[in-house]
T-cell receptor, first 118, second 115 residues
Framework: AQTVTQSQPEMSVQEAETVTLSCTYD???????LFWYKQPPSRQMILVIR??????QNATENRFSVNFQKAAKSFSLKISDSQLGDAAMYFC???????????????FGKGITLSVRP | DARVTQTPRHKVTEMGQEVTMRCQPI?????VFWYRQTMMQGLELLAY????????DSGMPKDRFSAEMPDATLATLKIQPSEPRDSAVYFC?????????????FGQGTRLTVV
């Protein structure tokens, strides 16, 4: 079974600065997806970024980028130029490569609460 | 605007009452998931369906929880009788199985409070 660990329950960042959220995972699979989801106070789960394990290049979406270290099973999220709207809970998640059957479920970490100081 | 719709958004009920949560998946999606979010356990998978058939409901307490898909546009999660420990946010998500690049789309959740 796969596990996802987010060991930091809370982090804080100054507006306009950069913050990195950590995540580690464990799996015996060679192909899979990793995700970061954002959950603002509205509760909506918003997909921030996705990384395919077979791709060596780290995914980037505007101010969000990841540092994917497959051998170390590490998947951190970097938020650059932090904005007040980035304040939310962030979840790291794992999914098997093919979206079918038992492999289609997401396994989540416990989440980290990010606050942004003005 | 394709999205997963969950009703109700909030529900407060007394212990022992039946609770029904509803989910309308995105049209055309054939996989539906129910997740529960609590402070202690985080997000846990309760059940999921493919083409309306339950594939796995091992995450659900069988004695009081039941999940069904009466048709392709409606998924329900029932708790009977409800208990205070069931207080949580319940999320429904839907996806299209079989495509590598596909992902699950989440509804806004139902916040359940059992008093």
């Amino acid at each position: 079974a796969q596990t996802v660990t987010q060991s930091q329950p809370e982090m804080s960042v100054q507006e306009a600065e950069t913050v990195t959220l950590s995540c580690t995972y464990d799996t015996s699979e060679s192909d899979y997806y990793l995700f970061w989801y954002k959950q603002p106070p509205s509760r909506q789960m918003i997909l921030v970024i996705r990384q395919e394990a077979y791709k060596q290049q780290n995914a980037t979406e505007n101010r969000f980028s990841v540092n994917f270290q497959k051998a170390a099973k590490s998947f951190s999220l970097k938020i650059s130029d932090s904005q007040l709207g980035d304040a939310a809970m962030y979840f790291c998640a794992y999914r098997s490569y093919v979206f079918t059957g038992a492999n289609s479920k997401l396994t989540f970490g416990k989440g980290i609460t990010l606050s942004v100081r003005p | 605007d394709a999205r997963v719709t969950q009703t109700p958004r909030h529900k407060v009920t007394e212990m022992g009452q039946e609770v029904t949560m509803r989910c309308q998946p995105i049209l055309g999606h054939n996989t539906v998931f129910w997740y529960r979010q609590t402070m202690m356990q985080g997000l846990e998978l309760l059940a999921y369906f493919r083409n309306r058939a339950p594939l796995d409901d091992s995450g659900m307490p069988k004695d009081r929880f039941s999940a069904e898909m009466p048709d392709a546009t409606l998924a329900t999660l029932k708790i009977q009788p409800s208990e205070p420990r069931d207080s949580a946010v319940y999320f429904c998500a839907s996806g299209l199985e079989g495509q590598v690049n596909n992902e699950a789309f989440f509804g806004q959740g139902t916040r359940l409070t059992v008093v």
